[in-house]
């Protein structure tokens, strides 16, 4: 049920990025509630990951910007989440990425964050993006550098602690 | 993006409304302060938005949620009633949380009969109130509302006393209702003054 936002869906060569509702729920909790949530707060129990999918839906209401659920065209099964994120607390908006679990090693991430990065530039006039990533998070970093993207400053989180501030590509040198 | 497609509930003195962006400084302040300790709180500013995100995102998942209490003539925001179950919570509950500076002149009384009544009209057969056991305020006013410890019902983590609210039928003109109309009609009168405790 959507009932207060609506986001726009976009489409790649093998996703569909729609808007996070119920039905990713339990796909979502078993990333949160596993050791991959490390770099992301977690892991944490399936009702914090609940409260994190209302979250997903509340940020595009409070933004109307947000994340989008990916969809693999060929299973039709969520597989992650990314999109365009700025809750207060972040120094900037940021261009960010989950992958569920099984949905790594495929480049998925990078594919749905080009997306994601063009309707910022192309859709929404943004003139730069950042990612807020986890010092330890190796594999988090190499999405960012397939993206172009390039180490800015160091960010200390109110709750996530240490983090590398990357910085991407702006509209300028993509097109 | 709009919240036309949650109701707006009047009441003599409130009009609860979808919570709105700009209604977030106050929840953030009530969040940030003491007040909210039986509610996950003191939270740092971060951890107030996301919790504000999913009020808000809690109506998109379930279709029922938290709404914003305002003063019908002023829109001044008062605090929060409504719906609320996430995910681990075993029944539908009735929360509230009313803003530190605004307690004491029956606003939860009002917001939550209303609300109750609403969730009632559309299809509810009872609620629950899972409320920590040091809340008194709380406690106080699901007693003022006709909640009673369940004690058999389950709990959400062993932490928390469930109240039970009374069913739909226990309320349709019955003294019970009578008696919150009443007392919410004094907080309503001008020449009210309540003494002794503050209640919500």
């Known amino acids: 049920m959507s009932v207060t936002f609506s986001a726009p869906k976009l489409e790649t060569e093998r996703l569909i990025l729609r808007a996070p509702d119920l039905s990713d729920f339990d796909a979502l909790a078993d990333f949160y509630t596993s050791p991959r949530a490390a770099f992301v707060g977690g892991p944490q129990s399936r009702e914090l990951s609940w409260r994190a999918l209302a979250q997903e839906a509340g940020h595009w209401v409070l933004r109307a910007f947000g994340r989008w659920t990916l969809i693999e065209k060929d299973t039709q099964a969520p597989v992650g989440i990314v999109g365009l994120w700025h809750p207060e607390g972040f120094p900037e908006r940021e261009l960010g990425w989950d992958l569920f679990n099984g949905a790594t090693g495929k480049g998925y991430a990078t594919e749905a964050a080009r997306a994601a990065r063009d309707y910022a530039y192309n859709t929404l006039g943004w003139t730069t993006l950042t990612s807020l990533i986890a010092v330890e998070n190796h594999n988090s970093a190499r999405v960012a550098e397939r993206l172009g993207a390039t180490y800015d400053s160091d960010f200390t989180h109110e709750r996530y602690g240490p983090m590398q501030l990357w910085r991407h590509l702006g509209p300028e040198a993509l097109t | ?200």
């Open chain 2, 1 to 200: 993006m709009s919240h036309a497609a949650i109701p707006v509930i009047e009441t003599q003195r409130l009009v609860l409304r979808g919570p709105e962006p700009e209604d977030y400084p106050n929840f953030k302040a009530t969040f940030a302060s003491y007040r909210s300790r039986f509610m996950g709180g003191p939270l740092n500013p971060y951890e107030a938005w996301m919790l504000y995100a999913a009020e808000i995102g809690h109506w998109d998942i379930r279709g029922f949620g938290m709404w914003m209490i305002h003063d019908k003539d002023t829109d001044d925001t008062y605090g929060m009633a409504g719906g609320w179950q996430p995910a681990g919570w075993p029944e539908r509950e009735i929360a509230w949380i009313i803003w530190p500076d605004k307690a004491g002149k029956g606003y939860a009384l009002e917001a939550t009969h209303a609300v109750r009544a609403h969730y009632y009209a559309n299809g509810w057969d009872g609620a629950v109130s899972y409320l920590d056991p040091m809340n008194l305020d709380s406690i106080r006013l699901a007693e003022r509302l006709g909640a009673t410890k369940d004690k058999t019902a389950q709990t959400i983590d062993g932490s928390d006393a469930v109240y039970r609210h009374p069913s739909p039928a226990a309320l349709d003109g019955t003294q019970l209702a009578h008696g919150i109309e009443m007392e919410i009609g004094h907080y309503a009168d001008p020449m009210f003054k309540p003494k002794g405790w503050a209640l919500d």
